[in-house]
């Protein structure tokens, strides 16, 4: 069919789905992609639920196979995929297919027990939603391999975690995933597979990367990991930096050619109050703006003894404490800084569980011993301490009311900055700590994360706090210690911003 081979896996595929450069720039530049720290827990996580889904429809053979060196030996699991097929395997786990250099492995192939002749795949999901198109877009290139083979594959599904399962001690799988046929949405995609597949005939013997422009395709289904080297030639700041700017519309401008801050402030467009301000003050050196009356208006909603409050939560595909549901937030930190009257010193207290057990009856009764009830708490983006402290809440009725009471008296320090009361271009129209720290304080080390040693960012955090059971005591010991700084930082920076506003706001 094509006289260039190709050679397409259902993750090459994907990345072709997406975007025809994307797929030329991972075969031929994968060294210009940038990947987040987050890419290895998220394999990590589909791996885990993975291997889980293989039992959902009894015994079954993997017949997924290695070579010495770790990689995936690919000729081992077309041979074992053959022979199963051949003894009448009812259901293989990882089954392999090539045909004319498209190759894949099904997570879970199924002989139809209503059509013995026939069979029924499943791509199996880490997440909770089953018909995203780009899952579709995966059993829909697995059909077309199997059925170019000869394999009548009747229906295809995804299998996804539901949400709502609530772990009793024992994983049940009937109720632990979610298995929805999408047969019918597969199908249509699956009339576009032959011009895909043309596309990538006609640029994988390419020695340039096609020319395909910015999109909204750099950012969806997933965030493309060639952004930067794609829009390299954009100026800095582009309109793609409007951070209160919906996706949509920087797309539309950006295709009018309005590519910098300069151009969009001669379109004469109307935008918010805070866009007009980000846009203002990266083009114009005006020092900081600052709205003395609002940021007293939130200082007065402060009281003393006043405290700064921080957790640190992970989140569990597979949940492993009775009571809790896949991807739960489970706090298992906080850093508490608090000051008891005016003037007086700067006290620091803290948590971190031991990873082996559920931490949050041991978290919610130190929150119970270190904060005292009604009295004023703050967090940065309030949102989140305010639902965990409600989940323990839930969680422990013995301590639901004072649990509540710290809940109700939370104060939150993202709002001078959402409400657009302090400003200055170099928190680049976000309002998150990790931008407003660095950007009130440009030349204090002691507030840089990236001092921190081993943990600087939450991520860091809920990946390795898990882990940390399993560690040699020495490794243990500094993991505690990289988590314990890191956490500490969290509300030490808010109250050095607090400071800040006291000090502008006279």
């Known amino acids: 069919m094509f006289p260039v081979m190709i050679h397409l896996s259902k993750s090459k595929f994907l990345n072709l789905h997406q975007c025809p450069k994307r797929y030329w720039l991972n075969e031929n530049s994968p060294e210009l992609a940038f990947y987040d720290s987050s890419e290895e827990a998220r394999f990590e996580a589909g791996n885990e639920v993975g291997d889980l889904a293989c039992g959902l429809f009894g015994p ?30 009812d259901v293989i786990c990882e089954a392999a297919f090539s045909y004319k250099g498209m190759y894949c492995a099904v997570d879970i192939l199924r002989r139809d027990p209503e059509n013995p002749e026939g069979w029924l795949l499943y791509e199996v999901k880490s997440s909770t939603h089953n018909e995203k198109d780009v899952y579709i877009a995966d059993v829909a290139y697995q059909k077309y391999v199997l059925e170019h083979l000869g394999l009548r594959v009747n229906c295809v599904f995804t299998v996804c975690i539901n949400s709502d399962y609530v772990f009793d001690g024992t994983i049940d799988l009937k109720q632990f995933f979610k298995v929805v046929d999408v047969t019918d949405k597969a199908l249509g995609i699956m009339e576009t597979i032959p011009k895909n597949l043309a596309v990538a005939e006609e640029i994988s013997g390419a020695d340039t990367e096609p020319e395909i422009d910015i999109g909204k395709q750099c950012f969806t289904p997933y965030d493309c990991p060639f952004w930067e080297h794609c829009s390299k ?30 151009d969009l402030a001669a379109t004469g467009d109307s935008f918010s109050e805070r866009l007009t301000r980000q846009v203002d003050y990266a083009l114009h050196d005006q020092g900081a703006y600052i709205d003395k009356e609002g940021i007293r208006s939130f200082l007065k909603t402060l009281s003393y003894p006043l405290y700064f409050l921080d957790f640190e939560t992970m989140m569990l595909p597979v949940p492993k404490y009775p009571g809790t549901k896949p991807y739960q937030q489970i706090p298992f930190q906080y850093s508490l800084h608090y000051i008891e009257y005016e003037g007086g010193p700067l006290m620091h207290r803290e948590f971190l569980g031991d990873s082996v057990h559920d931490p949050r009856r041991a978290i919610a009764e130190s929150l119970c011993r270190d904060i005292p009830a009604d009295v004023c708490v703050t967090a940065y983006n309030m949102s989140f301490e305010s639902s965990r402290l409600k989940e323990l809440a839930k969680d422990f009725p013995d301590l639901a009311e004072h649990l509540i009471s710290i809940a109700a008296n939370l104060r939150d320090f993202i709002v001078p900055f959402r409400q ?29 994360y990236h001092n921190l040693e081993g943990v600087h960012n939450g991520n860091e955090a809920k990946e390795i706090y898990p882990l940390i059971a399993d560690m040699s005591p020495a490794d243990q010991e500094l993991t505690r210690k990289s988590l314990l700084k890191y956490c500490e930082l969290d509300t030490y920076a808010m109250v050095r911003v607090w400071q800040d506003l006291e000090r502008v706001s006279h």
Do not use: H
């Not at 070579?67 to 074992?80: F, S, T």
């Not at 954009?234 to 539309?252: I, Q, Y």
């Open 60 to 89: 079954f053979v993997n017949v997924e196979a290695f070579k010495e060196d770790g990689q995936i030996d690919v000729p081992a699991m077309l041979k074992r995929t053959a022979e199963e097929i051949d003894k009448g395997t």
């Open 233 to 262: 030639s954009l100026p800095t700041p582009s309109v793609f930096d409007l951070t209160l700017m919906p996706l949509e519309r920087r797309v539309n401008y950006y295709k009018k050619g309005v590519l910098s801050f300069e």
């Open 420 to 448: 657009g009361f302090y400003y200055n271009a170099a928190m680049g129209g976000s309002f998150s700590i990790k931008s407003v720290l660095p950007a009130l304080f440009p030349d204090d080390p002691s507030l840089d």
